[in-house]
Each structure stands twice: as C-alpha cells, then as structure tokens.
C-alpha cells in the first residue's frame, strides 16, 4: 500500500512549483495537481525528478492520495479561481478537512470563505507568501490566518518551509482569525510599495540632483548595506545598480519608467480611508506608479512647462548621509503607519494581533525583510500597547537624530523640481501628529458655516457640540455628525 501524501498543492505555476519542491526538502511527501494536466507530468519529469513529489490528475485523485484530515493548499490567481477550485474540491473532502488559500487575496473574500467553509464542515485558511520565486524555494515569510482549528494540523509543514532568523525563529505563525493574515500581508505588500518608493526618491535626487555617476551610486546603495538600511531592498537596487547590459552601460538607464501594479498597495490605501488611519506615504506611492504611467503625457506637460531640474550645489558626501537620513527615517513612518492600520483593523475585528510577533514574521525571507525589523519586534515586546511606533525610544532616537538632514533633502528637493511625494508626505506626516494644535478649528468652523455640521469647544467638555447662525439667515437646527 503506497504512503499517502502529507498534504497536496493545487497550482504548478512558479510560486507553487518551488513550495512543493521546499515542502519536499523538508521531509513532507507532496501531492501536486494543475488543472492542466500535461504540467503535472512536465513537473515530475523536470523539477521535481528525483523526489517524492507524487502527481495528481484530477480533484478526486488529490484527495484520494492525501492523509487525513486532508490539507490542500490553493496556489492559484487571487479571486474568483479560488472559489471555483473550492466548489471543485468539496464534492471530495470530508469534515475536518482543510483548505489553505496562499495567493493575494483580497481579506473580505477570506472572511468570506472561512464562514462559508465552517458551514460546510470544512476549516479554511488564508494566508499571505511573500518572498517571491526565490523566497518560496528557499523559505518565505509566512502569514496564516483564517479557522485556528486547523493551525495544529499545518502548523509542522509551514513553520518547517518558512525563512527563519539568525536565532531560528520561524517567520511563520498565526497571526488571527478569519482574514487576518491575508490583512497583514496586505499592509506588508503595501509597505513594499512605500519602501520601493522611498528608495527611488532616493536614487533620483542623488543621481539627477546631486549629479552621482552610475559608480557612485551603487558604490553609495553597497555602503547603506551595512547602516541601518540593510535589507532585502537595498540589496538588490545595489545589484541592479551595478547591472550592465550588452554594450556595457547600465541596463536600468534603458527600463521605461512606467510602474506597474497589481492591486494590494491599492486595497492598502482603501483600507486606511475606511479605517480613518492616516496611511499617507504608502497612499503617496500607489498614486506615485499612477503617474508614472502617464508617460506620454509627462513627456508632452515636461516640454509644454519647459521642465528643468535644478542642480544640488554642495558636498556630495554631505548630501549622500543626508539622504541615508531621510530614508532611514521616511521608512520608520511607513512601518508605524502600517502598523497603526493593523492595529486598528485588529481592535475592529477582534483578531488580537500580536504585533511583535508580525515584525518577526517580516525579519527573513519576505521582500520587505530589513535589520530594523528586530527593533520593531523589541519596540511591540516592551510595550503591546505602543501606538504610535515613533514613541519607542529606539525609534524616537534616530527620527530626532534624522530630522534636520530630512528637512533639508525634501525642501530641496522641491527647490530644484524633482518630485519627492513619500518623503515629503512621511515628514508632514510626523509634523501633523506631533502637533498639539492644527487648523481644523478653522476647517469645522468652514463646515459647520455652510453646512451646520457644528464643533467641538475648547472651553467646553469634549462630546458637547455646538452650532453658530454664522451669517444670521441660518437657523439654529444642526446637522448631524459621524466619523470615518
């Protein structure tokens, strides 16, 4: 009687290829199915030659092969793919049996599945993977939520698959209940966003500003690896940098800069302004690769408005660590504005989410993996109740220590003309939240004048709101208030 699989994989595209081939590496034996068929047989006699990958031709085939309760995880497109797959499978599972949903899905459509699969006897988990072709086959950065009774039963396989840490922590663990996990790697995929984008800024002002030479600013990127910028990201602009093409001048001179996108920065952003969270800089970055891909038109308004950048006069030295400065910097407001937006989805929900442990998630193996990671994680350990990520004395620290070279880069960089939308939102950011008055006295002022919305006074109680006859023709009857 042949030994029956430890769990089956749906899906033979390259993510779901290597997960299966770092499954088997780690002693699981791998059920692997794709609805075309003929893949299946390409990937046994190719990739997986050799191993105990074993290959499924049907649903009914998958399911007949696996232990059980049988655990079946969906590498497919995000969407309505997984619901089809999920109607496909449940004519052949059992209760207790579980389904795991790997791809980037949207958190509603897994709060969604999870209750329609409890129904059903079936306990259902989504869960982010990030770390791209590389990460899947080496160990990525693993976020699992959904039904927490199945947790026991995958819990070996993807902890045992996941990245670790230079301690051997696992960046995997249950991160809550229903679309908690596919959430966080939300708000992880949006802070990529945010990162990349920084990391343009970056690149921009120093190679058209400060004029470095395609040398110096790979040579500048290799240094930041051994700062506190060190990560997965830097990492590689340092490689990409350096990267020549056939007639030996850098290939990212020849890229067309036009970004694209696939939706989670965007479902970031949405979430925030649902949510009330001021998410701006990573806001900031989605519309960045919006407008990144009106090439023609930039190109057409760049000779229309006679557009010039200006020349950043000083030491390039000088202006080089001002830089690291405000990166370093604009990259902590990123993190502490996703964080708040996970916190307040958490408290929303009743996830309970363990925001240290979140962190240690992203040490290893995901794309936004970096040094300050650890620091996050320490931060939330000290104090689960830290709000705002800025206030921890390490972070608090180095965004003193940053402001002045921060002011400096963005007011220049708007001096000379070159766009710098998420440092400069990151600074605004800080200065609004640690402002202990702001003009929205005059802006509900504005509102309860044309549309007696009323105010708030600061002589009075706060939750006493008050209405004035600004112009003396309006009556005394308010409208009524809400919040986001």
């Known amino acids: 009687m042949s030994v029956k699989g430890d769990i089956g994989v749906i899906g033979l595209a390259v993510m779901g290829q290597n997960l299966i081939l770092n499954m088997n590496d780690h002693g699981f034996k791998v059920v692997a199915y794709n609805r075309t068929t003929s893949k299946v047989d390409e990937f046994l006699q190719g990739a997986a030659k050799g191993t105990n990958i074993i290959g499924a031709y049907s649903l009914e085939d998958l399911a007949r092969k696996l232990e059980k309760p049988r655990k079946v995880m969906l590498m497919v497109r995000a969407g309505d793919v997984v619901d089809q797959f ?89 991160v809550g209940r229903d679309g908690a996990g596919h959430f966080v790697k939300m708000v992880h995929n949006g802070i990529e966003y945010g990162d990349m984008q920084l990391i343009c800024e970056a690149y921009q002002f120093l ?50 800069d036009t970004a694209g996108q696939k939706g989670t920065g965007k479902w970031t952003g949405i979430n925030a302004l649902d949510f009330g969270i001021p998410l701006t800089l990573i806001t900031e970055s989605v519309f960045a690769r919006c407008v990144s891909s009106f090439k023609d038109q930039r190109v057409e308004a760049s000779q229309l408005f006679n557009k010039t950048v200006g020349k950043v006069e000083g030491n ?43 962190a240690l998630l992203w040490r290893e193996g995901c794309i936004i993996r970096s040094r300050f990671l650890g620091n ?64 929205a006295n005059l802006l509900q002022a504005q509102r309860d004048y044309f549309g007696a919305h009323t105010y708030e006074r600061t002589d009075k109680p706060r939750g006493e709101f008050f209405h004035t006859n600004w112009t003396g023709r309006g009556g005394d009857t308010a409208s009524t208030t809400y919040d986001v």
């Open 86 to 174: 999920i109607d496909a499978l449940l004519p052949h599972l059992e209760a207790g049996d579980i389904i795991i949903d790997g791809g980037n899905t949207n958190y509603p459509d897994t709060n969604r599945r999870v209750a329609y699969l409890r129904e059903k006897g079936i306990r259902f988990i989504g869960t982010g993977v990030s770390g791209g072709e590389e990460g899947a086959r080496l160990g990525p950065s693993i976020m699992p939520g959904g039904d927490e009774s199945a947790w026991e039963h995958v819990k070996p396989i993807l902890q045992a698959i996941s990245a670790k840490t230079d301690k051997g922590e696992a960046c995997c663990d249950w």
């Open 207 to 256: 190679k058209e500003g400060v004029g470095l030479s395609d040398d110096e600013l790979q040579a500048t990127f290799n240094e930041w690896r051994n700062t506190e910028l060190d990560s997965y990201l830097i990492d590689i602009t340092a490689d990409i940098l350096g990267y020549k093409d056939e007639d030996g001048t850098r290939l990212v001179d020849k890229i067309l």
């Open 316 to 358: 390039k030295k000088g202006w080089i660590e001002a830089v690291r400065k405000a990166l370093l910097a604009s990259k902590i407001i990123s993190y502490a504005q996703g964080f708040m937006l996970i916190r307040e989805a958490s408290e929303n929900f009743g996830w309970n989410i363990n925001y240290g442990n979140t």
């Open 376 to 439: 996050i994680r320490d931060a939330y350990e000290a104090d689960p109740d830290l709000i705002f990520l800025g206030s921890d004395a390490y972070f608090k620290g180095i965004l003193e220590d940053s402001l002045g070279e921060w002011r400096q880069v963005v007011a220049k960089s708007i001096e000379v003309g070159i766009p710098m939308p998420c440092m400069a939102s990151a600074i605004t950011f800080l200065d609004s939240y640690t402002s202990a008055r702001l003009p």
